[in-house]
């Protein structure tokens, strides 16, 4: 199973990007895949998730109201979209597999990540 993220970039506070998660691998449909960061300096945190059955999802409260997971198992992607953004949401961002609940506990493995930076 290999996750693959992309979309990440430079943008100016207030502005938005769609980061993309494409896995490829049979019986996706029912896997829970999840977004975290880290920044510089500090440990990767937690973004959000998504149920890879029913569509529920979770939000990291830092992130609530601004930003919204989806899927598109037709393309074997998750996305994630981000507006509002932050001078603190600048990071490193990856997905990878979870168990889905409030805090998306991550169990698969690591990609490269995508970089995004929010700076004027």
């Known amino acids: 199973v290999q996750l693959v993220e992309s979309g990440g970039g430079l943008v100016q506070p207030g502005g938005s990007l769609k980061l993309s998660c494409s896995f490829s691998?049979?019986?996706?449909?029912?896997?829970?895949i999840g977004w975290f960061r880290q920044a510089p300096g500090k440990e990767r945190e937690v973004v959000s998730c998504?149920?890879?059955?029913?569509?529920?999802?979770e939000y990291a409260d830092s992130v609530k109201g601004r930003f919204t997971i989806s899927r598109a198992n037709a393309e074997n992607t998750v996305y994630l979209q981000m507006n509002s953004l932050k001078s603190e949401d600048t990071a490193t961002y990856y997905c990878t597999r979870v168990w889905f609940g409030p805090s998306c506990r991550p169990f698969g493995s690591w990609g490269q990540g995508t970089q995004v930076i929010v700076s004027s």
């Open positions: 691998a049979l019986g996706m449909d029912y896997n829970n």
């Open positions: 998504i149920n890879g059955r029913d569509g529920a999802t």
